[in-house]
Each structure stands twice: as structure tokens, then as C-alpha cells.
């Protein structure tokens, strides 16, 4: 059987980490792994993380099953996080899930459920794992336009005029906030026309927020998911705690619906409890539970939040600090974009060429289509990121 059994292709970003560990250059700088590091490099344990688990290890009596949706505390916790008071709590069905990724792929499923023949509408570029379980479940794709080469900004008015064939069935794809690769996002008049015309073609939403917190804030991150949320009569959310609370391991994601009416919730409700149980029965708790205690407590919250913040501050001094240099390098503005991205990446907008170029002249290492994970890098490297891209001549 198992001779029947093709290779797959090679992730791309564990094929460059790969070869980042084997490159013996002193000067490599690893800029493609999507994992927030502090200035030593390192991917730390929050303090707010550390203090409930300590709690938990002397606290808790069992490690029985919770139940297919998981926590319910954990719902709710989540729930005001995302989406605050925004929409009315009956009319929301929640499951925890195996990281952000396994919240997307059971809206995938869900939406696949409720609509055999689903076209989901998605962002290029985007992640690309979006694509890769599209992919691998068959789901018929269309892309629309987002991000500009040219300008290294959104491309509204082609984005608005692909939307424009959604029709009622389909879903759209979009990036709660810090848009993954691009780090380029919709301002909220913008926000506005898209929920229009989703009112007006009756497709459904579906966002993605892996970022809250990274951006802006944590309430100005949740300020387009909220405005969704509010104002059509269903969508979906995917929401992760990998980065916000620094727990990429634990694997801690939920899924919400938002259903028309209250009435139609148990329904919802049912089937994300049934998905779970098809897929991989409970989900995983240690992680929810850590994110659960920390934001049902004051004390924990707060030192959760400042540390959040200091990390959002030290990626957009990065940004700056990287804009400024290269105009001083350059000579020109044209790297301006980088300070007015937001969250950990931002794409350059250059061709796979001269990203080898990077890596093979200056042990520049970023995935190929240009995306920099902004906190790969540090006060130190980032004089020497700068004179590479000048150099290279991006």
C-alpha cells in the first residue's frame, strides 16, 4: 500500500530553516520562520504564561476530558477578547481547537457543510497554508487582488472589484488584522465598503486573526473583526493564541460562528462539536486553560497585557529604525512602507531572484515571495539587513 505513496513537496519555510541552521556564516540573519523573537533571538515564556502555570501545576486534580467544544470558560474568554460585546453572546457558537490552524480548517469543513458546492474567495497573496488545506480538501479557490508590488499597499480598488463576484454560499477570507505575508491592511472606511458589499452579494466572511495585539493594540486589532461581526447576518472567526500569548507549542486556537438569529446557535453549535469529534474527539486544554486563567484575572491579565505591549512597541521601533536606515542607505523613501506596515511581517515586493540574492551574497534568509519577519531581527542586524538590500539593489 504504502508503495503507492508519492513524495510531497518540501514545506518551504522548514527547507530554509534548514538551510539558515546549516549556513556557517556569522553575519546569517534568519528572517523567515513566523516566530516572534525578543532582542537574544529567543521565542520567550510570558510571565503572565509562567505564573498560571505554576497555579495550575499546584492547583489542578485531574487531567480528565473536557468536554468536544472544549472549556466553556475558555469560549468566553475569547469571545470578549475577539469580539468584546459587539454581538449578542446566544447568537455565537464557539470550539476550541488545535491552534489557529485547526480553527480554519474546521471553518473550512463547517463551511463545506453547510455548502456543498463552497467557492471561498481568498487574499493574494496570503498564508500559504490557507491555500494548502484548500487545497487538500478540494475546495474550489478564487483569488482577489490585496497587495500592490508597485506601492507595497493594498490594492483597494482591485480587491473591490474581484469581491464584486461573491455570491450567497461563498465564503471570503480575510486577515482580522497584521496581514499575513504582506503585514499592508485595511484602513476601517475601507473595512465599511467591504461589509456593503458583503451585505449586498450575500457572501459570508471568514477572518482570520493569528495577530491581535501585534498591530496596534489589542483593541484597535479587534476593530474590523468587531465591525464584521456587527453588521452581517453571519461569519466566521479563526483565532489563535500562539502569538499574543507566546504558547506556539500548546497549540491553542478557537472557532466562533456567528449565526443570524439565536435560534439557529444550538445547530451551529452541534455541528463544530460533531467536526471536533470527527477529527480528533477533544481538543487539547493545557493552553486554553493557561489563556483562560490569565484572562479571568486581573492581576495576570494586566502583566499579560504590558508585556504584549512592550512586544508590539519593540517590532514597530524595528520598523522604523529599518525605514529610516535603508532612506539613509538609499537615499530615498521608497522603503517608507515598512514603518507603516503592521504586526511581524512585511513584504518587500521583489522578485524570488533577488531574494536568493540575499541569501547566497549575504546570508539573508526570508521566504521566497519576499515576506521579512520583522522580529527576526534586532537593533544590531539591522544596519546589516539594510545594506544588503541597497546593495542587492531591491
Known sequence: MFSNLKAQPA???????????????????????????????????????????????????????????????????MIGLVLGDEVERDRIAAIATPGGTGAVRQAFELARLASPDLRVFVSSPTWPNHLSILNAMGIETVPYRYFDAESRAVDFDGMMTDLAG????????????????????????????????????????????????????????????????????????????????????????????????????????GNMNHLNRQSYSFPPDHGARLVTMILNDETLRADWQQELEDVRLSMLNLRKQLAEELQRLSGSDRFGFIAEHRGMFSQLGTTPEMVERLRAEHGIYMVSDSRLNIAGLNQTTVPILAKAIVDTGI
Request: glycine share 8%; aromatic share 6%; with cysteine.
Open 11 to 77: 514545506d518551504k519555510i522548514l527547507e530554509l530553516m534548514a538551510k539558515y541552521r546549516e549556513d556557517p556564516r556569522q553575519t546569517k540573519i534568519d528572517l523567515g520562520v513566523g516566530v516572534y523573537k525578543n532582542a537574544d533571538g529567543v521565542t520567550p515564556v510570558m510571565r503572565a504564561v509562567k505564573a498560571a502555570e505554576k497555579q495550575l501545576w499546584e492547583e489542578q486534580t485531574t487531567k480528565a476530558y473536557v468536554g468536544l467544544a472544549g472549556d466553556p470558560a475558555y469560549s468566553d474568554a
Open 166 to 269: 461573491m455570491r450567497a454560499g461563498d465564503v471570503v477570507l480575510l486577515h482580522g488584522c497584521c496581514h499575513n505575508p504582506t503585514g499592508a491592511n485595511l484602513n476601517m472606511s475601507q473595512w465599511r465598503e467591504v461589509v456593503s458589499l458583503l451585505n449586498k452579494t450575500g457572501a459570508t466572511p471568514m477572518i482570520d486573526i493569528a495577530y491581535q495585539g501585534f498591530g496596534d493594540g489589542l483593541e484597535e486589532d479587534a476593530a474590523a473583526t468587531r465591525l464584521v461581526a456587527a453588521s452581517v447576518p453571519e461569519c466566521l472567526i479563526a483565532a489563535s493564541c500562539s502569538k499574543n500569548f507566546g504558547i506556539y507549542r500548546e497549540r491553542t486556537g478557537i472557532l466562533m460562528t456567528i449565526s443570524e438569529s439565536a435560534d439557529l446557535t444550538p445547530v451551529s453549535q
